[in-house]
């Protein structure tokens, strides 16, 4: 048995991990020891909770408004000091977090082989998503083995020079604890939030965090929702608002004692996949709600002006908003007054996973390492 140190620290993250852990414990190669760093605290530990994930190290790193600086020094610190202990065979990592880069960095200062989970997303921009485009490139450079959820990735990998037997293509690991989720029994306990279940209503989900958006653009946003729901009666609006104080301002002098609009703390992920469930729109800046929605036929739109995840526009399953006030006010009016235009979004085929991302990650990190045979990419086993 190898044994795998799998490192996550946001709720993002751990959602996209817990079926590769729960595939690791499953597989005959592999022994997984999980290590969190807890950028997010609290929104992790729900996430843990939901999965049934107890994690062999916990570094609780958050502290109130953490800098980037202090986030990157405490992982790196932390990881090496638990890499050095464990001694593991291999670490995978997820995605474009700090945790994510700190993390390959350690490995490699240890000289540990890093698997790189959602592997080769790029916008091209280094600083649109910040700091994540380049969290990706830099933890690209010291991965192993690239383990990328679509064909598009691997292209990315490939253009930049990836040896192509290194790339494994997957599909999104989101997809399959979404649909794991989606299918647990459910009801909401919240009067506010059960409101989304009563008929005649249209419910837009909505989540902000993305740093590039701080301030105007955000504003701009809110008050596009505020137009919006003056133009359509029978809507609501459902906004998770994200721990960052800076975001919370914006929100509480927008939207704040709106009606029609209702502001909650982060939800666990299994009441926030029952409001996707229930929602006629999703306006997001976040990176995995364009994955999620479209799986549940959510029709998305992105609020922000790049995105790593073109396969989801090319598909039409989202669209591309930014965060101007009259773009974003244009496009959801459109969706909410056009039945044509909202099916075709809401029919658009999901180009991220068919819920064997999990499957196929642990395969080809086996394969990599010796163990297995390759197994079939995501895209080959769709056709």
Same mark, same amino acid.
């Given at each position: ?10 709720? +993002?993250?751990?959602? !996209? ?25 609290? #929104? ?17 790193? #958050? ?41 390959? /960095?350690?490995?490699? %200062? ?14 091209? *921009? !280094? @600083? ?5 485009? #380049? ?6 450079? /010291? ?12 292209? *990315? /990998? ?9 790339? @494994?293509v997957t599909g999104n690991t989101v997809i399959d604890a979404l649909l794991d989720t989606a299918a647990r029994p459910f009801r909401f306990m919240d009067p506010e939030l059960a409101q989304t279940e009563e008929p005649g209503r249209r419910m837009l989900l909505v ?10 653009? /955000?504003?701009?946003? %809110? ?16 906004? +998770?608002?994200?721990? *960052? ?30 409001? #996707? ?74 180009? %991220? ?28 086993? !769709?056709?």
């Open positions: 048995m190898k044994k795998v140190c799998v490192v996550f620290g946001t709720r +993002p993250e751990a959602i !996209k991990m817990a079926p590769v852990v729960k595939e690791l414990e499953r597989s005959p190669w592999f022994e997984p020891r999980v290590v969190v760093t807890a950028q997010h605290r609290e #929104m992790l530990d729900q996430v843990l909770e939901l999965f049934n994930i107890t994690p062999h190290h916990d570094l609780d790193i #958050m502290r109130f408004e953490q800098t980037l600086f202090d986030i990157t020094a405490r992982v790196l610190t932390g990881l090496g000091a638990v890499f050095a202990s464990e001694k593991p065979d291999a670490v995978l990592v997820h995605g474009d977090t700090s945790t994510t880069f700190a993390g390959s /960095l350690a490995a490699y %200062y240890l000289q540990i082989p890093v698997g790189h989970v959602e592997a080769g997303l790029r916008t091209g *921009n !280094k @600083y649109s998503p910040f700091p994540e485009e #380049m969290n990706r490139h830099l933890t690209g450079v /010291l991965t192993d083995v690239h383990l990328a959820p679509t064909a598009g990735a691997r292209a *990315n /990998l490939l253009a930049e020079g990836v040896d192509d037997a290194r790339i @494994y989540t902000t965090h993305r740093r590039e958006n701080l301030g105007a653009p /955000l504003a701009g946003v %809110y008050r596009a929702l505020k137009r919006i729901l003056d133009r359509h009666s029978d809507t609501l609006v459902v906004f +998770p608002v994200h721990k *960052n104080p800076a975001v919370r301002r914006v929100v509480e002098q927008e939207l704040g004692g709106r009606e029609r609009v209702i502001l909650t703390e982060p939800l666990p992920y299994l009441e926030f996949v029952n409001l #996707m469930k229930q929602a006629a729109l999703v306006l997001t800046d976040s990176g995995g709600l364009q994955e999620e929605a479209p799986s549940l036929g959510k029709p998305v739109l992105v609020l922000r002006d790049t995105t790593e995840r073109p396969e989801a526009v090319d598909a039409g399953t989202v669209r591309l908003v930014g965060t101007d006030e009259e773009a974003v006010f244009q496009t959801a009016d459109e969706l909410l007054s056009s039945p044509e235009a909202y099916r075709r979004m809401a029919e658009a085929v999901n180009p %991220y996973g068919d819920g064997q991302g999990a499957r196929r990650t642990v395969q080809g990190l086996a394969h990599y390492m010796g163990l297995a045979p390759r197994g079939t990419d995501f895209e080959t086993s !769709k056709t």
